[in-house]
């Protein structure tokens, strides 16, 4: 039990989410491009799934949601719904295509992202907050997507890192084809 | 690889659904949740701490570049104005304090004796949807959830959980979630009712029948009648000066003597014009770059229409977790709906939301939760009861 905790990758992800949750509270919640947030835990969940597949982006966004709603003080389980759907979705994108060179993992985390951020204001509809965002929307996604784009360069190998992905499996994440039975 | 496996499609449904099962367990409030933000919140302290520091540089960078021209050409207007604010400030100060002494005269609550805690801004909303900022007090303050937090401007939220022992977190008034109840105050006083109304002001005697101030400590001002008579004009100023609410806007054009003399009156008016002026209405905010809106309210022919440029200030009901009297700001628009909806009102509000520095929360319980002293037993005494 103990050395599946250590040896999994709980231990890691608590330990750099806990570094991104602090940025996310400090830096990012100051630097604000066109006046949006810019969302770096959003962006290692879209990242996680791009570079290690859609299990354990849906798995690192869940955790990394759970971490965010307890720094930030969201309702506890709903950014673990949008980070978990976001690096789902990269995952996914990342699984299905052919031959996922490195800048394709960065649009589909960018896409994961911005999947991500667009079902905020759905989530919290449906736990009963008015939500008023409108064309605003249209704003936010395209910088939290950018954003999210620049930095997988960096959020990519980290998530592979921290999901304890290792380099045959991400090639073979690279080559579905070839690796299937 | 499959991409697809039973295992795998059940590991995401049950992450779905943990999801949502934490969402309804924090929604009907848990203790444990509360622990684990609380304990979180302390592992998080020190790493926060930490990044603040190391990337101090990079928001000074940052702010350098994006922001030197708007603080440029803020800073030189910001001098204009102090100059200009200065020979008001004096003024103002001499109304406030008359105004205190008024009140205080009447029994009226006043803003100014009410205690409040001066906070520094210390976080801002790390999420695109909530108006929410952090503060560096807490309960250790007495700082509770709900308590409203002003800056001279005015109103600027509300404490919203969790509140920590040296944290707290504010919901801006631009929050779609925010609401208050208010009052509209006009910015053009009313028309004169048809009827003159004669107040009698004691110790008005003064040579030429002209009004004379009224003597601080004077408990008699409200039912004494004298010899001497003077018309008091119901004007918007009963309200508006009548409270010693922290708005850094007075009335423009306002002559010091002229109101003086308009205060003095409402000493003797202070009543009848507070329940003439104001009209109440639901305050809420429409999130960020969105005015926040006035609704719920009545077009009251008597008391005029609804009109650009009205005051907005908290209405400090029975339940309202503000006191009344904070400035919340002016309205920017008005849309005339059907007659059922009533009108909607657009606010602009008076603290700069995007640049706040230092806040004042105010420490009040509402009315409502006040626990009720008993009142002693009184016996009559013997002269009045006639025995």
Known sequence: MLASLVQGPLLRLLSVGLIVVALQRTLFADLRPFDVVVQVVLALAAATGAGSGPQKGALAGFALGLMFDLGVGTPLGSSSITMGLAGFVAGYVTSITIDPQWWLATLFTGLGAAVGEACVPVVRSFIGEDTVLGARLFTILPVVAGAAMLLSPLFV?????????????WKALAEPAEASP | MPLYTPGRRRAIILLLLTSILLVTLDLRGNALFDAARTGFNKVLEPVENAADVVTRPVQNAWRGIMDYEEVADENRELREELEAQRADQVVAEAVIIENQQLLALNDLESLSEIPT???????????????????????????????AVVTPAGLVGKVTPPVTADRARVMLITDSRYAVDVKIVPAVPPPPPTTTTTTTLPGSAAPGGGTAPVAPGDSTVASAATETTATAPPTSDSTATGTSAPTSEPTPGSDPAAAAATTTAVATTTTLDLDLVRETGGFNGQGDGSFPQV??????????????????????????????????????????????????????????????????????KPRSEVPLVPLPTTTTPPELSGG
């Open chain 1, 157 to 169: 190998p980290i998530g592979r890192w921290c999901m304890r992905v290792k380099r045959p499996e």
């Open chain 2, 117 to 147: 805690v001066v906070a520094t801004v210390v976080g801002q909303s790390p999420t695109n949807l909530d108006q929410i900022i952090e503060i560096n007090k807490g309960s250790n303050d007495n700082i509770e959830v709900g308590m």
């Open chain 2, 295 to 364: 609704n719920f309210l009545d077009q009251t022919p008597e008391l005029g229409r609804f009109e650009d440029g009205d005051y907005v200030f908290t209405s400090g009901s029975e339940d309202s977790l503000a006191p009344a009297n904070i400035p919340i700001g002016r309205v920017v628009n008005v849309v005339n709906r059907s007659t059922s909806e009533g009108p909607l009102l657009e606010v602009e509000p008076f603290s700069d939301l995007d640049r706040l520095y230092f806040v004042r929360v105010v420490l009040y």
